[in-house]
């Protein structure tokens, strides 16, 4: 009869349209939970790397930004480090010397790869370094951090500065002690020079813990304006350190 409505053929018409709801709200889902881009390998070589990645932090970067290598280095050049020591350490033995973060062999490294990274690196991103070579004795030296541009600041982060780690258990010895665990340098201070084109430097880390995290937030056109041009700079791979 003309005027009778089929239970089946509504009920499949029901569920079509259920699907299709189901099938446009996974959609949504899958578009507003897209997940991070995965990061970006500028440079590698060993274990040394450097890379765009996503900043946890901001997304307010100004990226990409245009720095040469060449200002890049001469920004590295800058930025001084020094033991940490209490009131009473002091005491006895007084200040610790301010010596380089970045020696010149690693602002080689370094200096490209920053720069390159910088021009390809999005507003949510923030650029990840990490420089690491063999000592003459057998260990491990590292310097790891971070570096992202907040016009007209630059913040430049530290969380190992020539950090040495001793060598690992040879695990072809049969008779194994306790592995040989990485040693970390004492902790450190960090500071921009010269000092005027310091804005702030900002401390993290978990309270007596090892781990650390030294900003320094830099004004860094102004610094480039004042402070003498380096030699131009051409990539090349880590070697042994040099004299501070």
Sequence with gaps: MNG???????RHSRNARLLLAFIGLTVAVGCAHQPPTPPKTIYQAGLSTVRVE???????????????????????????????????????VGNA?????????????????????????????RIYYHLSHATEHGEEE??????????????????????????????GKYDRQMPNVPERSPAFDATFEPEDYLVKVSSGGRLFAPDQQEELQIRYREALQALPVQPGLEPRELSKPSQR
């Design 142 to 171: 590292t310097t790891t951090g971070w570096l992202s541009v907040r016009d007209p600041i630059l913040h430049l982060s530290l969380s190992e500065a020539h950090d040495r780690h001793g060598p690992g258990p040879d695990i």
């Design 54 to 92: 996503q900043d946890p932090d901001s997304n307010v970067n100004t990226h990409p930004a245009t720095l040469t290598a060449t200002e890049v280095g001469t920004l590295l050049r800058g930025v001084r480090i020094w033991e940490r020591r209490n009131v009473i350490h002091r005491l006895f």
């Design 4 to 10: 009778t409505i089929n239970p089946m053929h509504d």
């Design 97 to 125: 010397n301010k010596t380089r973060a970045f020696r010149d062999e690693e602002i080689a490294v370094l200096a490209p790869a920053l720069a390159k990274a910088l021009a390809q690196a999005s507003p949510s991103d």
